[in-house]
């Protein structure tokens, strides 16, 4: 899965990309996705990409979730490596599995389909500006895709030509999902950083692939 050339002069997104770039599924890979998205400090409390999941998770007993979902198919998203060196991270699943989309009164039910979601990016610091997002988000497309999946949606913000602040690229951009072949399909009710945020949806069964890119 994921990019597996050597050095290229750009990205998915027209970002600079410096080294060997792929991505891969997380399973048999917790001690990567811990060291994206793991709290470092003892007894720290931290997200541990559950926000989403089940916030009713006790922060001691995150790690331990996250590492039971990253021992078993399909794992709880993918992992983005350059020369082999973890990151960033995606968290890509079934919307059924999020208990907070289950029950969210601002983001809608497009169908009945139990559509796959790209939630959360994270990037590590110093490997930021390479377009990484666009990779990261490319293979959890082929990821869903080969677990079956009819549909992926993500639920970025509206961001305009300016620079993306943290608290709104969490979520990715709508214009990062455009980029990758997919397409509005609904207004939220939900923000982030103060930003609108769509439904943004790619059908996979009338789907040859991922996007052909030049260069």
């Excluded at 709290?39 to 995150?62: F, L, T």
């Excluded at 021992?71 to 490596?81: A, I, N």
């Excluded at 990016?121 to 999946?149: D, I, W």
């Amino acid at each position: 899965m994921g990019d597996q050339g050597g050095a290229r002069p750009a990205g998915p997104g027209g970002q600079i990309d410096a080294g060997r770039i792929d991505v891969r599924p997380a399973v048999g890979r917790y001690d990567d996705f811990s060291e994206v998205v793991g709290v470092k400090k003892p007894g720290g409390g931290g997200c541990w990409c559950m926000s989403y999941r089940d916030s009713r998770v006790r922060n001691e007993e995150r790690p331990g979730y996250m590492r039971n979902l990253c021992e078993t198919e399909p794992g709880p998203g993918v992992l983005v490596y350059v020369d082999g060196v973890v990151a960033g991270w995606c968290s890509i699943a079934p919307r059924s599995t999020y208990r907070r989309l289950m029950n969210s009164r601002t983001i809608p039910f497009v169908d009945d389909r139990d559509a796959w979601v790209a939630v959360c990016f994270v990037v590590r610091a110093g490997y930021r500006k390479r377009g990484l997002m666009h990779h990261l988000l490319a293979g959890a497309v082929e990821h869903a895709r080969a677990h079956g999946a009819e549909v992926v949606e993500g639920y970025p913000a509206e961001v305009g030509a300016g620079r993306v602040d943290v608290i709104s690229g969490y979520v990715g951009t709508v214009r990062m999902f455009e980029a990758a072949g997919f397409e509005r399909a609904a207004e939220t009710g939900g923000v982030s950083g103060g930003r609108r945020r769509w439904v943004m949806r790619r059908e996979l069964t009338q789907d040859a692939g991922p996007p052909v890119t030049a260069g």
